[in-house]
């Protein structure tokens, strides 16, 4: 199986911060990368697929970038409602799998 | 507007089996271009595809290997639901599992509420 390997495992930021969270793939996957959103208590929500397409309605600031092995999820001005845990998933090899998670945590 | 409603038990004692049903309204489960998932989600493990069913021209399964001896998910195309039943349960089972909508064979683009199942003597 693939296995994705995001960092850092945490981030304590302020609302108007950038921030960015990175996953590396043990082997090349193109650019078959989703990014997701997961709140307490609720189930993961997609943000970003194929690298660096915004799903309907999520906002501007949310953007995704890399090819290959490398990728990254960049929010640009931290909102108060990003405050959440973000998790990547390798879509190019079944079975499909996903990063540890990156907690995103007010500073 | 899809949406993924799931129903079933959550708490289970050692070797019983789990069963979990996954009510799709505003898609249809024999649709050419989605896959119905099961996804766990455990501290230990993280977020872990378990498997999937899907329709092209006749019906499709499968499974991840670490449960591929236990697991088996049912397509009901008259109430329009999948269901996931596990075999044989162990606390290692213990997790919030969710169905989700896959978007061909790549990402999942809706996800049911999920359910907390526990499994304890």
């Known amino acids: 199986d693939i296995q994705m390997t995001q960092s850092p495992s945490s981030v304590s930021a302020s609302v108007g911060d950038r921030v960015t969270i990175t996953c590396r793939a043990n082997q090349g996957i193109t650019s078959w990368v989703a990014w997701y959103q997961q709140k307490p208590g609720k189930a993961p929500k997609l943000l970003i697929y194929g690298t660096s397409n915004l799903q309907d309605g999520v906002p501007s600031r949310f953007s995704g970038s890399g090819f290959g092995t490398d990728f990254a999820l960049t929010i640009s001005s931290l909102q108060p409602e990003d405050f959440a845990t973000y998790y990547c998933?390798?879509?190019?090899?079944?079975?499909?799998?996903f990063g540890g998670g990156t907690k995103v945590e007010i500073k | 507007q899809v949406q993924l409603q799931q129903s079933g038990p959550g708490l289970l004692k050692p070797s019983q089996t789990l069963s979990l049903t996954c009510a799709i309204s505003?898609?249809?489960?024999?649709?050419?271009?989605?896959?119905w998932n099961w996804i766990r989600q455990s501290p230990s493990r993280g977020l872990e595809w378990l498997g999937r069913t899907y329709y092209r021209s006749r019906w499709y399964h499968d499974y991840a290997v670490s449960v591929k001896s236990r697991m088996t998910i049912n397509p009901d195309t008259s109430k329009n639901q999948v269901s996931l039943q596990l075999n044989s349960v162990t606390p290692e089972d213990t997790a919030v599992y969710y169905c989700?909508?896959?978007?061909?064979?790549?990402?999942?683009?809706?996800w049911g509420q999920g359910t907390l199942v526990t499994v304890s003597s």
């Open positions: 505003g898609d249809t489960i024999s649709t050419n271009s989605a896959a």
């Open positions: 989700a909508r896959g978007v061909g064979s790549s990402w999942y683009d809706y």
């Open positions: 998933q390798q879509a190019n090899t079944f079975p499909l799998t």
